[in-house]
């Protein structure tokens, strides 16, 4: 467990007040680290709390933890979620209204962090950058105040690298897993850096090569968190050899390169990734002045653990008991290098996730995969249409994405039909299907009219001219994913229910009950800072006056 030095344990004499007052009359972290966890469900704090001895055991002693911390929108997805975390937005008005969406404009499905106008430095690949983005993130703020200030933002995904560093930030960096090396784009630097070379002279990702991850602790520990290690609808696919403990990951055949993507069934990317920002803090000489510094760390392995063997397996909880190990060492190297009481840690999930659908049912909840069927959906009500209007082959519904039905509306147009008129036509058989538990068209989201805490979270999802016409709700533990795994995007409490917690500096441990958003996330550590937050901010600061040491 991380122990704080002598230094680090001093009280300091604060006027909380000024925290929130804009006022910088006392001294600020010189460096603060914004911790995103991908997947990381609000209950593992409890369900491995007398487990946790490294860096979730500093968090959750030593910082405020918001227990009731919720993502207020719909699509619970990587990069809507990640958009909020940096920006304290809902998503859909903004534009982020999930990973992928169908694009009218050009018929196809779109990235959310697409650019073609930039290119990439250190690969070949595909370029993304924030620059579609119109809005600023926590970083931008913080350089509006203080220009001298630097802000870096890593993950493994670029999408969450991205939307974590903002407009303007000094760095951003993901991963590429032809090469196994992190990469960047020119809209951020003209240059690779010197030092990330030097950080991929050792090819750091090779060392993981042939070795065995096992579980850490006796199996009785985990049989009583768990399910079985062995469990119907865990992935059995070619590429995951072994179903249960302990997971081997081959060396490449001789005169191979490593398949770097194998390393998504394991959490040792999470390892690099902390080692990456500690170069990032070394080469930059962060936390090293007056000027505060921000390094947005986009922890991502638990996702792909979590997807290929759901939130209750033995692989989720030793991915989290392996997580709080190298946040241990990730800590105790800020507490060397800058001090914990400069340094401010926060860190929240991106989502959820919900359970196998074959666990579900076994625990009476029924649930299933409709993966298969909703891409049936399109073609299936365009017969329905096309024999109730009759208007020979043309498609009515352009496409089925971002959980909602795109209709073809220059068409609609030209015939004179009405989205309403659609509405009621499809919504009737939408509702049949044993999946869908309800239907929301988009003009309701639109409307002047209350809505219900659902229909807030699909407005809050919802853009007025990128997203679909009529979204449809699936039943709970009903998803996407198929034939196994398990997945998460929906509006539902174990998709959207994450943790909250801000530590270090002078802030000292507490729980807090009250319910919260994610979008007071990026407010809280800007008012910490005593920095201007945008009128256009969602979120508002969460009071953590009265845990501040004084």
């Not at 600020?28 to 001895?53: E, G, H, W």
């Not at 921000?294 to 909880?317: A, C, K, Q, T």
């Amino acid at each position: 467990m991380v122990k704080l030095t002598a230094v680090s344990s001093l009280i300091f004499f604060v006027q909380p007040a000024a925290l929130f007052s804009g006022k910088k009359d006392y001294a600020p972290p010189k460096l603060v680290i914004v911790l995103s966890v991908d997947q990381m469900r609000a209950d593992f704090i409890d369900r491995f709390d007398d487990l946790f001895t490294g860096g979730f055991r500093y968090l959750i002693d030593e910082g405020v933890v918001y227990k009731n911390a919720y993502h207020e929108h719909a699509m619970t997805s990587t990069a809507p979620a990640h958009f909020v975390i940096g920006t304290g937005r809902h998503p859909g008005p903004a534009g982020i209204i999930a990973n992928s969406w169908y694009d009218r404009k050009s018929q196809k499905s779109v990235y959310c962090v697409e650019d073609d106008q930039a290119i990439t430095l250190g690969s070949g690949g595909p370029s993304v950058s924030y620059r579609n983005v119109n809005a600023n993130a926590l970083g931008d703020w913080l350089k509006k105040s203080s220009p001298r200030s630097k802000v870096y933002s890593i993950s493994v995904k670029d999408r969450s690298a991205v939307f974590m560093g903002g407009n303007n930030p000094d760095g951003v960096f993901w991963l590429d897993f032809e090469t196994g090396r992190f990469i960047t784009s020119d809209y951020y630097m003209k240059k690779f850096p010197p030092w990330l070379a030097r950080f991929h002279a050792s090819k750091p990702l090779d060392k993981y090569f042939g070795r065995i991850w096992k579980r850490s602790l006796p199996v009785a520990e985990y049989d009583r968190r768990c399910r079985p290690d062995d469990y119907l609808g865990e992935d059995r696919s070619k590429e995951i050899p072994d179903r249960t403990f302990p997971h081997s990951l081959p060396e490449p055949k001789a005169g191979k390169s490593p398949q770097y993507g194998e390393l998504w069934n394991f959490p040792f990317l999470d390892e690099t990734l902390l080692y990456l920002a500690t170069a990032i803090i070394d080469n930059n000489r962060l936390g090293g002045d007056n000027y505060t510094d921000i390094v947005n760390i986009g922890l991502s392995m638990s996702d792909g653990v979590g997807h290929r063997y759901g939130p209750f397996s033995h692989e989720v909880m030793e991915m989290f008991l392996t997580l709080d190990s190298y946040l241990d060492s990730f800590f105790e190297y800020l507490d060397i290098k800058i001090g914990l009481q400069n340094v401010m840690i926060a860190l929240t999930g991106d989502h959820g996730a919900g359970y196998l659908p074959e666990y579900s049912q076994e625990l009476g909840l029924g649930g299933g995969r409709y993966g298969d069927e909703s891409k049936k959906l399109s073609k299936q009500l365009n017969t329905v249409l096309l024999d109730k209007f009759g208007f020979g082959v043309e498609k009515i519904i352009d496409e089925v994405s971002a959980g909602a039905l795109f209709y073809n509306l220059k068409f609609l147009k030209t015939i004179g039909v009405e989205t309403r008129e659609i509405d009621k036509v499809i919504s009737p058989i939408l509702v049949k299907n044993e999946w869908i538990d309800a239907v929301i068209p988009a003009a309701v989201l639109e409307s002047n009219r209350p809505l219900t805490k659902l229909e807030q979270r699909y407005r809050n999802s919802h853009h007025k001219t990128k997203s679909g016409d009529l979204y449809y709700v699936p039943k709970p533990h009903w998803i996407s994913k198929s034939p196994y795994g398990a997945s998460h995007g929906t509006p539902y409490d174990w998709d959207s229910h994450v943790p909250i917690i801000f530590a270090g500096n002078r802030i000292q441990g507490k729980k807090v009950f009250k319910r919260t958003m994610t979008v007071d996330f990026a407010p809280t550590i800007a008012a910490y800072l005593g920095l201007e937050i945008p009128s256009k901010v969602d979120g508002k600061p969460l009071d953590l006056s009265a845990a501040i040491q004084n």
